[in-house]
T-cell receptor, first 113, second 115 residues
Framework: AQTVTQSQPEMSVQEAETVTLSCTYD???????LFWYKQPPSRQMILVIR??????QNATENRFSVNFQKAAKSFSLKISDSQLGDAAMYFC??????????FGKGTRLSVIA | DTGVSQNPRHKITKRGQNVTFRCDPI?????LYWYRQTLGQGPEFLTY????????KSRLLSDRFSAERPKGSFSTLEIQRTEQGDSAMYLC?????????????FGSGTRLTVV
């Protein structure tokens, strides 16, 4: 079974600084997708960024970017110019075609003003 | 489209009672998923539907849990004879079926407290 591991239960970052959240996953599939979701205190999960495994280029969405290392099965999220509104739980998730999303346990990000 | 809607937002029930939650997905999404999330944990998959067909159920979904999506639109999740261990946030999500690359759109969840 596929597993997703987030080894940092909590992280903090100063406002305007950069932070990187780690994620590793385990799979024997070659075709899959990786996601980062944000869950603010209001509890609604929001998709931040996604990456197709067959694409070598790392995905970028404004201040959010990923470092996808397929051989190492690593998928980290970098948040640049951190803002107070970035404070939330961040979940890394994996999905292969025909299977439901599998989530990690999450990393709680605090942003210090 | 207002996104994925879940009702109620909060439910407090006594142990042993039955509860039912409702999820209205995004109208053009043919896949609907139920997840359970306990405090400090990531969401855990329970079951999912493609249209009205229930395609997969997790072993987490005991016999006391049942989910339906009768007309391929909204879905209900019923828990019978609730136990304190059922206290959690129940999340619903929907997506398009094509490929695996679509992320899910989540609702705000139903928080269940069993007392």
């Amino acid at each position: 079974a596929q597993t997703v591991t987030q080894s940092q239960p909590e992280m903090s970052v100063q406002e305007a600084e950069t932070v990187t959240l780690s994620c590793t996953y385990d799979t024997s599939e070659s075709d899959y997708y990786l996601f980062w979701y944000k869950q603010p205190p209001s509890r609604q999960m929001i998709l931040v960024i996604r990456q197709e495994a067959y694409k070598q280029q790392n995905a970028t969405e404004n201040r959010f970017s990923v470092n996808f290392q397929k051989a190492a099965k690593s998928f980290s999220l970098k948040i640049s110019d951190s803002q107070l509104g970035d404070a939330a739980m961040y979940f890394c998730a994996y999905r292969s075609p025909g299977t439901p999303l599998v989530f990690g346990k999450g990393t709680r990000l605090s942003v210090i003003a | 489209d207002t996104g994925v809607s879940q009702n109620p937002r909060h439910k407090i029930t006594k142990r042993g009672q039955n509860v039912t939650f409702r999820c209205d997905p995004i109208s053009e999404h043919n896949r609907l998923y139920w997840y359970r999330q306990t405090l400090g944990q990531g969401p855990e998959f329970l079951t999912y539907f493609q249209n009205e067909a229930q395609l997969e159920k997790s072993r987490l979904l005991s016999d006391r849990f049942s989910a339906e999506r009768p007309k391929g639109s909204f879905s209900t999740l019923e828990i019978q004879r609730t136990e304190q261990g059922d206290s959690a946030m129940y999340l619903c999500a929907s997506s398009l079926a094509a490929g695996g690359g679509y992320g899910y759109t989540f609702g705000s969840g139903t928080r269940l407290t069993v007392v």
